[in-house]
């Protein structure tokens, strides 16, 4: 029998599909092109494994791939302060930082990435290559470059825009470039000082909601950077969908946000990332004592959203990786199965993306990985990641090692 070569079967494995069904012994996926035709029972698939080719995967389990709804593939590591990682970096070397981290995505089994902001929207030239087959990495949902104030954060690789008209122009100019996405940076950060301070709110409800209405009506969804609850309930206010780091959310916050069902990416691994690195990578020593001092409120804070009940996502900002983040979660008291699908599920729906990815269930994308041990009993199992299927392409963590240059290997990550 000739074997069709656009038919693979993967076999011998533990599946969890990511739906909360309970996980399935000694199944296999059917995989056709770029999407699943088959999921379930190995038993259950009859003559058709006799059609296909044929991967064994070790008795590992497979899960969906993982989402990181909270990166920036261009900025990501680097040494220094923001200025000089990114604000000084010409656009060249940020696009071909860009496809070395959307490689090392692969290798980490990140299938999908939501890179909410880059330089000159930078990550939408990386998603259109990624897409056309011209370099390999991640399915990216791309913000292309975030929208500021004067003064705001992110300042030097943003789009600046100030009052109602200036910030719709700017939304429409994201818009027009290809943006997936509306990013707003609604207070400050741990970057710098003073108006962008990560206490500071910046933006107005009506400025704001300019750009949201502006997304919405091209059938775009919408974040915004906001650490205070000040900023929070202004970006409610005005429409927004998502909220990024939520690091000064109080109870009460945490409440609102769960009855307004608002995701929240809390990124806990940035600060900590900070504080445990930040010497090594040249960071100013008044960043990393912020970052300290405000660890014990983010704790408090992921944990009133974990007590209200919030729709909370999994991303990393631009240090660490997405595993760590699950990590935190968990150590953080999330459970075992909610941080999983904080990462697939939850995160898909984050993007608009669930009826693709997130899932393993027939007619969805190819996107999974493999790994060894049971991450539903040591969350740690992810990061034994032994290959990663993404669009129904196969990739050995050995293959992508070897295409990845060895200055971004051996970088803090």
Known sequence: MTTRPNLTIFRNLNL?????????????????GNRIRAVGR???????????????????????????????????????????????????????????????????????????????????????????GQVHGPRIIAAGAPIAMTGGHGSGAVRVANGVTEVRRAAREQLKAGADLIKLMASGGFVARGVDSPTAPQFTVDEMRVAFDEAHKAGKRTTVHAHPPAAIHAAIEAGV????????????????????????????????????????????????????????????????????????????????????????????????????????LVAAQCLGVEDQVGTLETGKMADFIAVDGDPLTDIRALRKVALTVKDGVLYHPDTVRTAIGPGLMTDFR
């Open 241 to 344: 969908d998502c909220i990024e780091h939520a690091g000064l959310a109080d109870r009460e916050t945490a409440e609102f946000l769960a009855e307004r069902k608002i995701l929240v990416v809390p990124t806990l691994s940035a600060l900590r990332m900070e504080v445990e690195r930040g010497e090594r990578l040249g960071r100013p020593a008044w960043l990393v004592e912020m970052c300290r001092q405000s660890l014990p409120e983010q704790k408090r804070m992921f944990r009133a959203l974990l007590e209200a009940g919030c729709m909370i996502v999994a991303g990393v900002d631009s240090l660490g990786d997405l595993q760590g983040e699950l990590g935190h979660m968990v150590d953080e008291g999330m459970p075992v199965p909610q941080a999983i699908a904080a990462a697939t």
């Open 42 to 132: 190995a038993a259950e698939f009859g003559s058709v494994l006799e059609d296909a080719s044929s991967y064994d995967c070790g008795g590992r389990t497979v899960l969906p791939g993982l989402i990181n709804a909270h990166e920036h593939l261009t900025w990501r590591r680097g040494i220094g302060g923001f200025e000089d990682r990114v604000v000084r970096q010409p656009a060249g070397k940020l696009l071909v930082r860009g496809f070395g981290h959307a490689l090392i995505s692969l290798l980490e089994g990140v299938t999908t990435v939501r890179d909410v902001g880059s330089k000159e929207g930078l990550a939408i030239a990386l998603r259109d290559a990624i897409n056309a």
């Open 16 to 32: 969890l599909d990511g739906t909360g069904r309970r996980p399935v012994v000694d199944a296999a996926i059917l995989v056709e």
